[in-house]
C-alpha cells in the first residue's frame, strides 16, 4: 500500500463520514469513550499502554469537541455564535 492508496482510502472515510446522518449523543459517547481511555491510560503500568490509551483518549476527546457533531456546533448552538 503506497501514500497515495492511504490518502486515498482516508478521504473516501472522510466523505462518507460527512455524508451519513448524525446520531443523537454521538459526540458524548465519543468524548465518555475517550475519557475512559485517559483513565485507563493513567492506570497502565507500561509505557506502551499508557502511550497508546493516552492518544486514542486524546484523538477521540479531540473528535468530540471538533467534529461533526461536536462540542463545538454545540456550544455554538446553545450561546447563538455564528461562524
Known amino acids: 500500500m503506497n501514500s497515495n492508496d492511504a490518502k486515498s482510502w482516508i478521504n473516501q472515510a472522510r466523505k462518507a463520514d ?7 449523543g454521538e459526540h458524548w459517547a465519543v468524548m465518555g469513550a475517550g475519557l475512559l481511555l485517559l483513565l485507563a491510560a493513567g492506570r497502565s503500568r507500561s509505557f506502551l499502554g499508557r502511550t497508546l490509551a493516552g492518544a486514542a483518549g486524546s484523538a477521540l476527546l479531540g473528535r468530540a469537541a471538533s467534529g461533526r457533531g461536536g462540542l463545538h456546533r454545540l456550544v455554538r448552538a446553545f450561546t447563538g455564535a455564528r461562524r
Open 18 to 24: 460527512d455524508q451519513r446522518p448524525d446520531l443523537p
